[in-house]
Protein backbone atom coordinates (compact mmCIF):
# COMPACT_ATOMS: atom_id res chain seq x y z
CA UNK A 1 0.00 0.00 0.00
CA UNK A 2 1.57 3.56 -1.05
CA UNK A 3 -0.55 5.37 1.16
CA UNK A 4 -0.88 3.71 4.41
CA UNK A 5 -0.93 6.14 7.52
CA UNK A 6 0.80 6.29 10.69
CA UNK A 7 -0.35 6.82 14.19
CA UNK A 8 1.62 8.77 16.50
CA UNK A 9 -0.15 8.73 20.67
CA UNK A 10 1.26 10.81 23.00
CA UNK A 11 0.74 11.24 26.43
CA UNK A 12 -2.88 10.17 26.22
CA UNK A 13 -5.02 10.14 29.42
CA UNK A 14 -8.54 8.45 29.72
CA UNK A 15 -10.91 8.40 32.90
CA UNK A 16 -14.23 6.76 33.17
CA UNK A 17 -15.22 8.87 36.24
CA UNK A 18 -12.05 8.49 39.12
CA UNK A 19 -10.70 5.42 37.13
CA UNK A 20 -8.18 5.92 35.11
CA UNK A 21 -8.39 3.90 32.32
CA UNK A 22 -5.42 5.38 30.10
CA UNK A 23 -2.25 6.72 31.93
CA UNK A 24 -0.21 9.08 29.16
CA UNK A 25 0.18 6.30 26.60
CA UNK A 26 3.05 6.89 23.93
CA UNK A 27 2.70 4.56 21.37
CA UNK A 28 4.36 5.39 17.38
CA UNK A 29 2.74 3.01 14.95
CA UNK A 30 4.89 3.10 11.49
CA UNK A 31 2.76 3.36 8.48
CA UNK A 32 2.59 -0.30 6.68
CA UNK A 33 3.22 -2.19 9.81
CA UNK A 34 1.32 -4.22 12.24
CA UNK A 35 1.32 -3.17 15.97
CA UNK A 36 -0.18 -5.64 18.55
CA UNK A 37 -1.83 -4.95 21.98
CA UNK A 38 -1.67 -7.34 24.50
CA UNK A 39 -2.31 -7.37 28.00
CA UNK A 40 -4.19 -9.00 30.48
CA UNK A 41 -8.43 -8.29 30.97
CA UNK A 42 -9.20 -4.57 31.92
CA UNK A 43 -6.04 -3.59 30.97
CA UNK A 44 -7.12 -0.57 28.64
CA UNK A 45 -5.95 -2.27 25.44
CA UNK A 46 -9.81 -1.75 24.03
CA UNK A 47 -10.10 1.64 25.18
CA UNK A 48 -6.55 2.57 23.42
CA UNK A 49 -7.55 0.68 20.25
CA UNK A 50 -11.13 2.80 20.48
CA UNK A 51 -9.38 6.31 21.24
CA UNK A 52 -7.61 5.62 17.70
CA UNK A 53 -10.52 6.45 15.75
CA UNK A 54 -12.00 8.69 18.55
CA UNK A 55 -15.19 6.08 18.93
CA UNK A 56 -13.64 6.51 23.16
CA UNK A 57 -13.02 10.23 23.59
CA UNK A 58 -9.75 10.81 25.03
CA UNK A 59 -9.21 13.25 28.22
CA UNK A 60 -5.64 14.78 27.06
CA UNK A 61 -2.99 14.04 25.59
CA UNK A 62 -2.78 13.58 21.70
CA UNK A 63 -3.42 10.83 18.82
CA UNK A 64 -2.54 12.44 15.28
CA UNK A 65 -3.32 10.33 12.37
CA UNK A 66 -0.67 11.15 9.25
CA UNK A 67 0.30 13.78 11.70
CA UNK A 68 -3.67 14.81 12.04
CA UNK A 69 -5.47 15.25 15.38
CA UNK A 70 -8.21 12.99 15.77
CA UNK A 71 -11.10 14.68 18.10
CA UNK A 72 -9.80 17.46 18.85
CA UNK A 73 -8.89 20.97 16.85
CA UNK A 74 -5.63 21.46 18.82
CA UNK A 75 -4.25 19.69 22.02
CA UNK A 76 -6.14 20.59 24.99
CA UNK A 77 -8.28 22.31 22.14
CA UNK A 78 -12.34 22.47 21.45
CA UNK A 79 -13.66 18.91 19.90
CA UNK A 80 -13.21 18.36 16.03
CA UNK A 81 -16.79 19.16 14.19
CA UNK A 82 -18.18 15.92 13.59
CA UNK A 83 -17.92 15.87 9.50
CA UNK A 84 -14.20 16.56 9.80
CA UNK A 85 -14.26 13.28 12.24
CA UNK A 86 -16.59 11.84 9.88
CA UNK A 87 -14.30 11.91 7.39
CA UNK A 88 -11.11 11.15 8.97
CA UNK A 89 -12.80 7.56 10.40
CA UNK A 90 -13.61 7.20 6.66
CA UNK A 91 -10.11 5.92 6.08
CA UNK A 92 -10.09 4.17 9.64
CA UNK A 93 -11.64 0.60 9.52
CA UNK A 94 -12.68 -1.03 12.85
CA UNK A 95 -13.30 -4.79 13.23
CA UNK A 96 -14.91 -5.83 16.71
CA UNK A 97 -14.59 -8.99 18.60
CA UNK A 98 -18.58 -9.28 18.14
CA UNK A 99 -18.49 -8.55 13.82
CA UNK A 100 -21.36 -6.58 14.48
CA UNK A 101 -22.64 -6.93 10.93
CA UNK A 102 -26.09 -5.60 10.87
CA UNK A 103 -28.20 -7.92 10.86
CA UNK A 104 -31.24 -6.91 8.46
CA UNK A 105 -28.47 -6.60 5.46
CA UNK A 106 -27.43 -9.04 3.48
CA UNK A 107 -22.95 -9.98 3.21
CA UNK A 108 -23.12 -7.12 -0.08
CA UNK A 109 -25.70 -4.60 1.60
CA UNK A 110 -23.40 -4.63 4.76
CA UNK A 111 -20.28 -4.03 2.59
CA UNK A 112 -21.93 -2.02 -0.09
CA UNK A 113 -23.45 0.55 3.02
CA UNK A 114 -20.45 2.96 3.77
CA UNK A 115 -19.97 2.89 0.24
CA UNK A 116 -23.23 4.43 -0.74
CA UNK A 117 -23.53 6.32 2.28
CA UNK A 118 -20.77 7.88 3.39
CA UNK A 119 -18.50 7.23 0.08
CA UNK A 120 -21.79 8.31 -1.52
CA UNK A 121 -21.05 6.04 -4.95
CA UNK A 122 -23.87 5.17 -7.61
CA UNK A 123 -25.38 1.94 -6.70
CA UNK A 124 -23.84 -0.25 -9.43
CA UNK A 125 -20.16 1.29 -8.35
CA UNK A 126 -21.03 0.41 -4.65
CA UNK A 127 -21.72 -3.48 -5.13
CA UNK A 128 -19.36 -4.06 -7.57
CA UNK A 129 -17.14 -2.87 -4.68
CA UNK A 130 -18.83 -4.86 -2.08
CA UNK A 131 -18.71 -7.68 -3.93
CA UNK A 132 -14.77 -7.31 -4.87
CA UNK A 133 -14.33 -7.29 -1.68
CA UNK A 134 -16.29 -9.99 -0.37
CA UNK A 135 -14.17 -11.94 -3.41
CA UNK A 136 -10.99 -10.93 -1.80
CA UNK A 137 -11.90 -12.77 2.24
CA UNK A 138 -13.25 -15.54 0.06
CA UNK A 139 -16.91 -14.89 0.15
CA UNK A 140 -17.77 -14.71 -3.16
CA UNK A 141 -20.36 -17.17 -2.88
CA UNK A 142 -21.85 -15.78 -0.06
CA UNK A 143 -22.99 -12.67 -0.66
CA UNK A 144 -26.86 -12.84 -0.57
CA UNK A 145 -26.81 -14.46 3.00
CA UNK A 146 -27.84 -12.47 5.88
CA UNK A 147 -25.21 -12.51 8.94
CA UNK A 148 -27.65 -14.87 10.45
CA UNK A 149 -26.54 -17.74 8.11
CA UNK A 150 -22.86 -17.20 8.10
CA UNK A 151 -20.54 -18.90 10.79
CA UNK A 152 -18.71 -16.68 12.60
CA UNK A 153 -15.81 -16.78 10.54
CA UNK A 154 -17.87 -15.80 7.57
CA UNK A 155 -19.07 -13.11 10.21
CA UNK A 156 -16.07 -12.23 10.64
CA UNK A 157 -14.93 -11.85 6.94
CA UNK A 158 -17.77 -10.15 6.20
CA UNK A 159 -16.83 -7.35 8.96
CA UNK A 160 -13.36 -7.26 7.30
CA UNK A 161 -14.62 -6.66 3.65
CA UNK A 162 -17.06 -3.99 5.29
CA UNK A 163 -14.14 -1.93 6.53
CA UNK A 164 -11.36 -2.69 3.20
CA UNK A 165 -14.19 -1.65 0.84
CA UNK A 166 -13.43 1.68 2.27
CA UNK A 167 -10.36 1.89 0.99
CA UNK A 168 -8.53 2.65 4.45
CA UNK A 169 -4.88 3.50 5.46
CA UNK A 170 -5.12 2.24 8.58
CA UNK A 171 -7.20 -0.94 10.49
CA UNK A 172 -7.66 -1.58 13.92
CA UNK A 173 -8.49 -4.56 14.86
CA UNK A 174 -10.45 -5.40 18.41
CA UNK A 175 -9.56 -9.40 19.53
CA UNK A 176 -11.31 -10.10 16.24
CA UNK A 177 -11.02 -13.84 16.70
CA UNK A 178 -12.12 -14.24 20.12
CA UNK A 179 -15.51 -14.97 19.73
CA UNK A 180 -14.52 -17.87 17.21
CA UNK A 181 -14.58 -21.22 17.37
CA UNK A 182 -11.43 -22.34 17.56
CA UNK A 183 -11.80 -24.34 14.07
CA UNK A 184 -12.64 -20.72 12.60
CA UNK A 185 -9.73 -18.25 13.96
CA UNK A 186 -7.50 -19.50 11.14
CA UNK A 187 -9.51 -17.77 8.13
CA UNK A 188 -10.19 -15.03 9.59
CA UNK A 189 -6.14 -14.76 10.77
CA UNK A 190 -5.28 -15.77 7.60
CA UNK A 191 -7.39 -12.88 5.34
CA UNK A 192 -5.23 -10.42 8.19
CA UNK A 193 -1.91 -11.82 7.15
CA UNK A 194 -2.76 -10.83 3.88
CA UNK A 195 -3.75 -7.34 4.31
CA UNK A 196 -0.71 -6.98 6.47
CA UNK A 197 1.20 -8.60 3.31
CA UNK A 198 0.07 -5.84 1.42
CA UNK A 199 1.21 -3.27 3.66
CA UNK A 200 -1.39 -1.84 5.62
CA UNK A 201 -1.06 -0.45 8.53
CA UNK A 202 -3.06 -2.56 10.98
CA UNK A 203 -3.18 -2.36 14.75
CA UNK A 204 -4.44 -5.36 16.59
CA UNK A 205 -6.09 -6.31 19.86
CA UNK A 206 -5.53 -9.89 20.22
CA UNK A 207 -4.69 -13.09 22.60
CA UNK A 208 -3.20 -15.18 19.43
CA UNK A 209 0.24 -15.09 20.54
CA UNK A 210 0.85 -16.92 17.06
CA UNK A 211 -0.19 -13.91 15.01
CA UNK A 212 1.68 -11.63 17.33
CA UNK A 213 4.98 -13.51 17.30
CA UNK A 214 4.85 -14.26 13.16
CA UNK A 215 2.90 -11.09 11.35
CA UNK A 216 3.63 -8.55 14.24
CA UNK A 217 6.04 -6.11 13.86
CA UNK A 218 5.65 -4.60 16.90
CA UNK A 219 4.03 -5.87 20.00
CA UNK A 220 2.96 -3.63 23.39
CA UNK A 221 1.91 -4.96 26.39
CA UNK A 222 -0.27 -3.04 28.37
CA UNK A 223 -1.00 -3.16 31.92
CA UNK A 224 -3.43 -1.37 34.25
CA UNK A 225 -3.94 1.19 32.06
CA UNK A 226 -0.15 1.86 31.26
CA UNK A 227 2.06 0.60 27.98
CA UNK A 228 4.48 -0.96 29.85
CA UNK A 229 6.63 -2.02 26.58
CA UNK A 230 6.38 -1.66 23.05
CA UNK A 231 9.29 -3.98 21.15
CA UNK A 232 10.09 -6.62 18.71
CA UNK A 233 7.45 -9.82 18.73
CA UNK A 234 11.03 -11.54 20.08
CA UNK A 235 11.80 -9.26 22.62
CA UNK A 236 8.46 -8.96 24.45
CA UNK A 237 7.02 -12.68 23.75
CA UNK A 238 10.42 -14.99 24.27
CA UNK A 239 12.71 -12.53 26.14
CA UNK A 240 10.98 -10.04 27.91
CA UNK A 241 12.14 -8.53 30.85
CA UNK A 242 9.37 -6.60 32.68
CA UNK A 243 8.12 -8.94 35.23
CA UNK A 244 4.33 -8.18 34.35
CA UNK A 245 4.99 -9.22 31.00
CA UNK A 246 6.91 -12.63 32.10
CA UNK A 247 3.80 -13.24 34.43
CA UNK A 248 1.25 -12.44 31.82
CA UNK A 249 3.08 -14.89 29.57
CA UNK A 250 3.28 -17.63 32.38
CA UNK A 251 -0.77 -17.80 33.02
CA UNK A 252 -1.04 -17.18 29.19
CA UNK A 253 0.82 -20.59 28.45
CA UNK A 254 -0.48 -22.23 31.56
CA UNK A 255 -4.15 -21.65 30.22
CA UNK A 256 -2.96 -22.88 26.93
CA UNK A 257 -1.23 -26.04 27.47
CA UNK A 258 -2.31 -29.12 28.99
CA UNK B 1 -83.75 -20.39 27.14
CA UNK B 2 -81.00 -18.89 24.60
CA UNK B 3 -82.23 -18.00 22.04
CA UNK B 4 -80.37 -18.90 18.04
CA UNK B 5 -82.11 -15.81 16.67
CA UNK B 6 -81.92 -13.70 19.02
CA UNK B 7 -78.14 -14.09 18.97
CA UNK B 8 -77.62 -13.94 15.59
CA UNK B 9 -80.18 -11.00 14.74
CA UNK B 10 -77.86 -9.23 16.98
CA UNK B 11 -75.00 -9.33 14.51
CA UNK B 12 -76.71 -6.94 11.67
CA UNK B 13 -76.72 -4.20 14.46
CA UNK B 14 -73.55 -4.73 15.68
CA UNK B 15 -71.36 -5.48 12.98
CA UNK B 16 -72.83 -1.69 11.80
CA UNK B 17 -71.52 -0.63 15.46
CA UNK B 18 -68.05 -2.09 14.76
CA UNK B 19 -67.40 0.62 12.09
CA UNK B 20 -67.07 2.95 15.20
CA UNK B 21 -64.82 0.50 16.91
CA UNK B 22 -62.33 0.49 14.45
CA UNK B 23 -62.64 4.05 13.62
CA UNK B 24 -61.45 4.92 17.33
CA UNK B 25 -59.10 2.01 17.30
CA UNK B 26 -57.66 2.16 13.92
CA UNK B 27 -57.47 6.27 14.30
CA UNK B 28 -56.18 5.80 17.38
CA UNK B 29 -52.85 3.69 16.70
CA UNK B 30 -52.05 6.11 13.68
CA UNK B 31 -52.30 9.06 16.07
CA UNK B 32 -50.59 7.18 18.41
CA UNK B 33 -47.77 6.37 16.65
CA UNK B 34 -47.13 9.32 15.39
CA UNK B 35 -47.38 10.67 18.55
CA UNK B 36 -45.48 7.97 19.67
CA UNK B 37 -42.80 8.86 17.52
CA UNK B 38 -42.33 12.40 18.81
CA UNK B 39 -42.46 12.02 22.55
CA UNK B 40 -40.09 9.01 21.88
CA UNK B 41 -37.37 11.36 19.86
CA UNK B 42 -37.63 13.75 22.94
CA UNK B 43 -37.27 10.91 25.23
CA UNK B 44 -33.77 10.32 23.65
CA UNK B 45 -33.18 13.65 23.17
CA UNK B 46 -29.75 14.88 24.21
CA UNK B 47 -32.19 17.97 25.47
CA UNK B 48 -32.95 17.72 29.62
CA UNK B 49 -36.14 19.82 29.20
CA UNK B 50 -37.59 17.65 26.15
CA UNK B 51 -36.79 14.46 27.75
CA UNK B 52 -38.52 16.16 30.92
CA UNK B 53 -41.45 16.52 29.06
CA UNK B 54 -41.28 13.23 27.54
CA UNK B 55 -41.34 11.82 31.12
CA UNK B 56 -44.17 13.75 32.33
CA UNK B 57 -46.59 12.92 29.38
CA UNK B 58 -45.82 9.10 29.35
CA UNK B 59 -46.51 8.68 32.74
CA UNK B 60 -49.34 11.26 33.26
CA UNK B 61 -50.86 9.24 30.70
CA UNK B 62 -49.91 5.65 31.69
CA UNK B 63 -50.75 6.35 35.42
CA UNK B 64 -54.29 8.11 34.67
CA UNK B 65 -57.10 5.47 33.32
CA UNK B 66 -58.47 5.68 30.00
CA UNK B 67 -61.63 6.11 30.97
CA UNK B 68 -60.77 9.23 32.90
CA UNK B 69 -58.91 10.71 30.50
CA UNK B 70 -62.05 10.21 28.27
CA UNK B 71 -63.94 11.79 30.80
CA UNK B 72 -61.62 14.55 31.08
CA UNK B 73 -61.24 15.12 27.68
CA UNK B 74 -64.93 15.06 27.22
CA UNK B 75 -65.51 18.20 29.53
CA UNK B 76 -62.52 19.98 29.30
CA UNK B 77 -62.42 20.63 25.29
CA UNK B 78 -65.80 22.59 25.94
CA UNK B 79 -64.30 24.87 28.68
CA UNK B 80 -60.88 25.87 26.83
CA UNK B 81 -63.55 26.62 23.87
CA UNK B 82 -62.98 24.11 21.32
CA UNK B 83 -66.25 22.05 20.07
CA UNK B 84 -65.83 19.09 18.29
CA UNK B 85 -67.88 16.12 17.63
CA UNK B 86 -67.39 13.15 20.31
CA UNK B 87 -65.79 11.17 18.42
CA UNK B 88 -62.77 13.49 17.40
CA UNK B 89 -62.42 14.14 21.31
CA UNK B 90 -62.41 10.39 21.39
CA UNK B 91 -59.94 9.35 18.68
CA UNK B 92 -57.68 11.85 20.25
CA UNK B 93 -57.79 10.92 23.56
CA UNK B 94 -57.57 7.39 22.69
CA UNK B 95 -54.64 8.40 20.03
CA UNK B 96 -52.24 10.54 22.89
CA UNK B 97 -53.19 7.41 25.17
CA UNK B 98 -51.54 5.03 23.05
CA UNK B 99 -49.14 7.53 22.01
CA UNK B 100 -47.42 7.18 25.82
CA UNK B 101 -47.43 3.35 25.37
CA UNK B 102 -45.91 3.16 22.37
CA UNK B 103 -43.01 5.60 22.34
CA UNK B 104 -42.09 3.21 25.36
CA UNK B 105 -42.07 0.71 22.95
CA UNK B 106 -40.05 2.17 20.71
CA UNK B 107 -37.91 3.13 23.49
CA UNK B 108 -37.03 -0.05 24.30
CA UNK B 109 -36.88 -1.61 21.10
CA UNK B 110 -33.89 0.96 20.80
CA UNK B 111 -32.45 0.46 23.71
CA UNK B 112 -32.41 -3.14 22.93
CA UNK B 113 -30.07 -2.90 20.19
CA UNK B 114 -26.66 -3.79 20.66
CA UNK B 115 -24.30 -0.56 21.13
CA UNK B 116 -22.00 -2.82 18.37
CA UNK B 117 -24.58 -1.52 15.75
CA UNK B 118 -24.15 1.45 16.28
CA UNK B 119 -20.56 1.52 16.41
CA UNK B 120 -19.82 0.31 13.13
CA UNK B 121 -21.64 2.51 11.80
CA UNK B 122 -19.72 5.26 13.14
CA UNK B 123 -17.07 3.72 12.79
CA UNK B 124 -17.29 3.50 8.59
CA UNK B 125 -18.02 7.33 9.21
CA UNK B 126 -21.98 7.42 8.40
CA UNK B 127 -23.42 10.69 9.57
CA UNK B 128 -26.24 10.81 12.59
CA UNK B 129 -29.34 10.77 9.91
CA UNK B 130 -28.04 7.65 8.11
CA UNK B 131 -27.03 5.98 11.14
CA UNK B 132 -30.70 6.40 12.73
CA UNK B 133 -32.95 5.71 9.12
CA UNK B 134 -30.56 2.76 7.84
CA UNK B 135 -29.28 0.83 10.88
CA UNK B 136 -31.51 1.62 14.49
CA UNK B 137 -34.75 1.90 13.01
CA UNK B 138 -35.19 -0.44 10.63
CA UNK B 139 -34.30 -2.91 13.14
CA UNK B 140 -36.48 -1.18 16.09
CA UNK B 141 -39.26 -1.32 14.02
CA UNK B 142 -39.01 -4.79 13.11
CA UNK B 143 -38.42 -5.37 16.60
CA UNK B 144 -41.21 -3.27 18.07
CA UNK B 145 -43.79 -5.26 15.49
CA UNK B 146 -45.02 -7.89 18.21
CA UNK B 147 -45.93 -4.97 20.79
CA UNK B 148 -47.60 -2.54 18.34
CA UNK B 149 -50.03 -5.46 17.34
CA UNK B 150 -50.48 -6.68 20.99
CA UNK B 151 -50.71 -2.45 21.26
CA UNK B 152 -53.87 -2.39 18.48
CA UNK B 153 -55.22 -5.43 20.28
CA UNK B 154 -55.93 -3.39 23.58
CA UNK B 155 -56.60 -0.54 21.81
CA UNK B 156 -59.54 -2.57 20.58
CA UNK B 157 -60.61 -3.58 23.63
CA UNK B 158 -60.12 -0.49 25.25
CA UNK B 159 -62.17 1.50 22.95
CA UNK B 160 -65.15 0.04 24.36
CA UNK B 161 -64.67 3.10 26.95
CA UNK B 162 -65.57 5.81 24.05
CA UNK B 163 -69.37 3.98 24.69
CA UNK B 164 -69.23 6.61 28.09
CA UNK B 165 -69.41 9.52 25.68
CA UNK B 166 -71.81 8.59 23.64
CA UNK B 167 -70.19 6.78 20.69
CA UNK B 168 -72.38 3.79 19.14
CA UNK B 169 -70.04 1.53 19.03
CA UNK B 170 -70.10 -2.66 19.78
CA UNK B 171 -70.27 -1.97 23.02
CA UNK B 172 -73.10 0.66 23.48
CA UNK B 173 -74.64 -0.64 20.73
CA UNK B 174 -74.92 -3.75 22.85
CA UNK B 175 -76.57 -2.20 25.39
CA UNK B 176 -78.99 -0.54 23.37
CA UNK B 177 -79.72 -4.03 21.93
CA UNK B 178 -79.84 -5.56 24.95
CA UNK B 179 -82.27 -2.98 26.42
CA UNK B 180 -85.16 -3.39 23.42
CA UNK B 181 -84.76 -7.30 22.82
CA UNK B 182 -84.42 -8.07 26.41
CA UNK B 183 -81.85 -10.81 25.61
CA UNK B 184 -78.78 -9.71 26.97
CA UNK B 185 -77.04 -12.57 26.81
CA UNK B 186 -77.57 -13.59 23.32
CA UNK B 187 -76.54 -10.12 22.75
CA UNK B 188 -73.22 -9.90 24.54
CA UNK B 189 -72.16 -13.05 23.07
CA UNK B 190 -72.42 -11.90 20.29
CA UNK B 191 -70.67 -8.89 21.03
CA UNK B 192 -67.77 -10.85 22.31
CA UNK B 193 -67.30 -12.96 18.94
CA UNK B 194 -66.85 -9.68 17.31
CA UNK B 195 -64.26 -8.31 19.54
CA UNK B 196 -62.50 -11.97 18.90
CA UNK B 197 -62.78 -11.75 15.62
CA UNK B 198 -61.54 -8.47 15.18
CA UNK B 199 -58.66 -9.32 17.40
CA UNK B 200 -57.88 -12.94 15.99
CA UNK B 201 -57.24 -11.06 12.79
CA UNK B 202 -55.18 -8.39 14.34
CA UNK B 203 -53.45 -11.36 15.83
CA UNK B 204 -52.66 -12.98 12.53
CA UNK B 205 -51.42 -9.71 10.80
CA UNK B 206 -48.95 -9.79 13.68
CA UNK B 207 -47.99 -12.97 12.88
CA UNK B 208 -47.79 -12.86 9.51
CA UNK B 209 -45.75 -9.29 8.90
CA UNK B 210 -43.17 -10.26 11.95
CA UNK B 211 -42.55 -13.92 9.73
CA UNK B 212 -42.42 -11.21 6.50
CA UNK B 213 -39.63 -8.75 8.34
CA UNK B 214 -37.87 -11.28 10.13
CA UNK B 215 -34.27 -11.58 9.19
N1 LIG C 1 -17.74 2.48 29.65
C1 LIG C 1 -16.95 2.22 30.72
N2 LIG C 1 -17.26 2.73 31.92
C2 LIG C 1 -16.47 2.49 32.99
N3 LIG C 1 -15.36 1.74 32.96
C3 LIG C 1 -15.00 1.20 31.80
C4 LIG C 1 -15.78 1.40 30.61
N4 LIG C 1 -15.18 0.75 29.59
C5 LIG C 1 -14.09 0.16 30.12
N5 LIG C 1 -13.98 0.42 31.44
C6 LIG C 1 -12.89 -0.02 32.33
O1 LIG C 1 -11.67 0.39 31.79
C7 LIG C 1 -10.69 -0.64 31.92
C8 LIG C 1 -10.10 -0.99 30.59
O2 LIG C 1 -11.08 -1.62 29.80
P1 LIG C 1 -10.76 -2.23 28.36
O3 LIG C 1 -12.03 -2.73 27.82
O4 LIG C 1 -10.00 -1.25 27.58
O5 LIG C 1 -9.81 -3.46 28.75
P2 LIG C 1 -9.18 -4.56 27.80
O6 LIG C 1 -7.72 -4.51 27.99
O7 LIG C 1 -9.69 -4.39 26.41
O8 LIG C 1 -9.75 -5.89 28.42
P3 LIG C 1 -10.27 -7.24 27.71
O9 LIG C 1 -9.06 -8.06 27.39
O10 LIG C 1 -11.09 -7.89 28.80
O11 LIG C 1 -11.06 -6.86 26.53
C9 LIG C 1 -11.38 -1.81 32.60
O12 LIG C 1 -11.07 -1.79 33.98
C10 LIG C 1 -12.83 -1.54 32.40
O13 LIG C 1 -13.59 -2.00 33.48
MG1 LIG D 1 -11.04 -5.48 25.18
Known amino acids: MADASSVEIRGVDKFYGSFQALSAIDLSVPPGKVTCLIGPSGSGKSTLLRCINFLEVYDSGEIRIDGRMIGYDAPGGRRMSGGALRRMRQSIGMVFQQFNLWPHMTARENVAEGLLR???????????????ALEKVGLGDRMDNHPARLSGGQQQRVA??????????????????????????????????????????????????????????????????????????????????????????????????? | MFSIQAFLDSFGPLLWAARYTLLVSGLGIALGLVLGALVCAAALSRWRAARFVAALWVSFLRGVPLL?????????????????????????????????????????????????????????????????????????????????????????????????????????????????????????????????LINLCLAGLGRYLEHRMAV
Open chain 1, 118 to 132: VRRLRRAEAMARAEA
Open chain 1, 160 to 258: IARAIAMEPRLMLFDEPTSALDPELVGEVLGVMKTLAGEGMTMVVVTHEMGFAAHVADRVAFMDRGELVAVDTPEAILTRPEDPRIQSFLRTFHERNSF
Open chain 2, 68 to 196: VQLLLMYYLLPVIGINVPAIVAAVVTVGICASAYISEIWRGAIGALPPGQSEAAVAVGMNNRDLWTRIILPQAVVMSLPALVNELILLVKASSLVSLVGIMEVTRASQAQAATTFRPLEVYIAAACIYL
